[in-house]
């Protein structure tokens, strides 16, 4: 599996709606996508619901495993960027 690590973009963390969006791309990408922080992980990035419990905030690094290269920077630059921005 392929890895690699980016800062929470979001303004407020993960939370259910950036959360929400992850597990959504996820979902439809059709591949497996584990999330782990320092503290917690590695959790499937399928479930909104695990994300959040990641309790990732804004600034923290968030490692990321994928098989395929597409989904695991999809998912990279969602993490990355502030989906709370106007």
Request: glycine fraction near 8%; include cysteine.
């Amino acid at each position: 599996m392929a890895t690699v690590t980016v800062k929470v973009g979001s303004s407020v963390g993960l939370h259910a709606r950036p959360a929400a969006v992850i597990a959504d791309y996820v979902a439809r990408s059709g591949h497996t996508v584990k999330l782990s922080t320092a503290a917690k992980g590695p959790i499937d990035a399928k479930s909104t619901m695990m994300i959040i419990t990641l309790g990732a905030k804004h600034g923290d690094d968030v490692a990321i495993e994928c098989d395929d290269k597409e989904t695991l920077m999809g998912v990279a630059e969602l993490i990355s960027n502030n989906m709370e921005a106007k």
